[in-house]
């Protein structure tokens, strides 16, 4: 029943090392979003998605790439991690026009980098 | 720019006692307003929503908000805190081009 979920929860890596977190909605939504939380609990978008589309893509590394197979899911890569990678990403969806309609969030993935 | 202020990064309530938490917002056209709030571990979870109308919105958990043109606020209130109201809490504008500006967020503890 779980409407927008993410895996994996917590993620521990080192330095340099690839990753992936997954994210779907069954909410039936077109947009979709991934967020970056910092320590101070700031709250910045990265990328959204209508129906696997890019619509935003915000100024972060190139090492970060997001993956939409279809409008359900919205995965992120992240390549070569470095320390200052480690926050809380968040995925989000909502019905298309995304700015003027709710988000629906997931619980968040802890990515920490050792 | 668009852009969203939460001036108290951190506000401690009785448990009881009435709650205003304040958010300003910067925005030309007509702001489309959210209020969100993160328990410990969780995700943001909707509280309200303004986009026109009536300016005092209700929303879940006994909150409400008032949108004031005047002051560019939209302020969000609980006549008596609950312990498990203890979170953080986001004021938010939605703009156009899928984008939502979020405040900083602030925290709120309840003493017992």
């Known amino acids: 029943d779980t409407a927008v979920s993410q895996t994996p929860k917590y993620l521990v890596t080192q330095m340099g090392n690839d990753k992936s977190i997954k994210c779907e909605q069954n909410l039936g939504h077109d947009t979709m979003y991934w967020y970056k939380q910092d320590s101070k609990k700031f709250l910045k978008i990265m990328f959204s998605?209508?129906?696997?589309?890019?619509?935003i893509n915000e100024t972060v590394p190139n090492r970060f790439s997001p993956k939409s197979p279809d409008k359900a899911h919205l995965n992120l890569h992240i390549n070569s991690l470095e320390l200052g990678d480690s926050a809380v990403y968040f995925c989000a969806s909502s019905h298309r026009g995304g700015g003027y309609q709710p988000q629906h969030f997931g619980d968040g993935t802890r990515l920490s980098i050792l | 720019a668009q852009s969203v202020t939460q001036p108290d990064i951190h506000i401690t309530v009785s448990e009881g006692a009435s709650l205003e938490l304040r958010c300003n917002y910067s925005y030309g056209a007509t702001p489309y307003l959210f209020w969100y709030v993160q328990s410990p571990g969780q995700g943001l979870q909707l509280l309200l929503k303004y986009f026109s109308g009536d300016t005092l919105v209700q929303g879940i958990k006994g909150f409400e908000a008032e949108f004031k043109r005047s002051q560019s606020s939209f302020n969000l209130r609980k006549p008596s805190v609950h312990w498990s109201d203890a979170a953080e809490y986001f004021c938010?504008?939605?703009?156009?081009?899928?984008?939502?500006?979020f405040g900083a967020g602030t925290r709120l503890t309840v003493k017992p």
């Open positions: 938010a504008v939605g703009v156009e081009n899928n984008d939502m500006r």
């Open positions: 998605y209508n129906n696997k589309e890019l619509i």
